[in-house]
């Protein structure tokens, strides 16, 4: 995702293990949802996705130069996935991983089971979010910068094909059924590409949406959610509920500044947007064209990117502190304060 984090200089993961810290009392979110754990993940870097290995009981989280990997349920350390220069989207095929690298731009593929390195496959300019296809077994890979999207045979880790997108890729969702939905950030629209033939069927507007950035699909009902930081109505965030089928826009509910991820529970049927000024917005599916409001999870301030546990109904953010911007530093982020990454579970 493209809001970046300044890597900072902090303790090794090995050598300093993981904190775990009760989180000071805070009032629950819709549901009863509320932060109950903190977990410190000591090192150095930025940080961008989290992603589930739900059959292994894993959580991956992208960490500067490594990939954290903690057990979903305890959250305690399993193991990293060292040696990548700048890691961002997370996804799993078959016995394999896979990691984006946009330093090296590469894809990295990794043995799930044991974390070890297999291979780096080329890529190109800022190699960025990362999903799995079921219906092709394939991941696709979606480059910012290059604006272009590399499918990877999952088995192989070949690289099957690469589709010009005519914008800025961020994530992305497949249906399952041979369809992709990826978000362009810099045109405010949702792709529609067929996963098999590696062609773009539609590019549908999400007007009011504005450089949207998390995605997420209700597959079964055939609506995709895409997090937008941007409204064209009143300048905040929304999130912009799509009908697959035909591209409309059904809804565009308000959601908190700074959005990068969403994610959808067919469990609950509820969706989930995070959004960097320290919520998690929640909405209830009552049926595919009418979506309720439910209120939002307070969560800190940075913490922006998402995972979720539809087993536990567990959500999983991180973020860090930071210290104060120096002088004519413009306005981007100040500095990562060192050894502040940390994981917040969210439970009821």
């Known amino acids: 995702m493209k809001q970046r984090l300044a890597f900072a200089t902090g303790l090794g993961l090995c050598a ?8 000071a009392a805070q009032q629950p979110g819709p549901l009863g949802f509320h932060v109950s754990k903190h977990v410190a993940l000591p090192g150095a870097g930025g940080w961008d996705y989290l992603a ?32 990548v220069g700048e890691t961002h989207g997370i996804a799993f095929a078959d016995n394999h991983g896979f990691v984006t690298d946009s330093a090296d731009k590469t894809i990295v593929e990794f043995d799930r089971k044991t974390l070890a390195k297999i291979k780096s496959i080329p890529a190109a300019d800022d190699v960025d979010g990362l999903i799995y296809d079921p ?16 499918a990877v045979n999952g088995k192989t880790g070949a690289v099957v094909g690469t589709i010009a997108l005519g914008g800025s890729p961020e994530f992305a969702a497949a249906d399952g059924r041979g369809h992709v939905f990826n978000v362009l950030l810099d045109k405010n629209q949702v792709l529609d590409i067929d996963s098999h033939s590696l062609k773009i069927l539609n590019r549908y507007p999400l007007a009011p949406c504005e ?3 998390g995605a997420a699909i209700d597959a079964a009902h055939h609506r995709f959610f895409a997090a937008c930081r941007a409204s064209a109505n009143n300048g905040g965030g929304v999130l912009a509920i799509v009908n697959t089928d035909n591209g409309k826009v059904i809804a565009a509910p308000k959601i908190g500044p700074g959005a990068d991820a969403a994610r959808f529970d067919p469990t609950t049927d509820n969706v989930y947007a995070s959004t960097g000024d320290g919520a998690i917005s929640v909405f209830h599916e009552d049926n595919p064209d009418k979506f309720t409001a439910l209120g939002t999870i307070p969560t800190e301030s940075g913490a922006r990117t998402m995972e979720i546990d539809p087993a536990t109904q567990t959500l999983f953010t991180d973020t860090a502190k930071f210290g104060p911007r120096p002088a004519g530093a413009g306005r981007g982020r100040p500095p990562m304060i060192p050894g502040t990454f940390t994981l917040l579970v969210v439970t009821k």
Do not use: M, W
Not at 64 to 79: A, F, H, R, S, Y
Not at 135 to 143: E, L, Q
């Open 211 to 213: 450089h949207p950035a």
């Open 135 to 150: 219906a092709t077994d394939r991941v696709f890979a979606f480059c910012g910068d290059a604006n272009e999207a590399i």
């Open 52 to 83: 589930s290995d739900l059959p292994n009981h894993r959580l991956y989280i992208s960490h500067g130069p490594e990939v954290v990997v903690l057990n979903i349920d305890t959250q305690k350390l399993i193991g990293t996935i060292p040696g």
């Open 16 to 23: 300093l293990g993981l904190l775990t810290l009760t989180a």
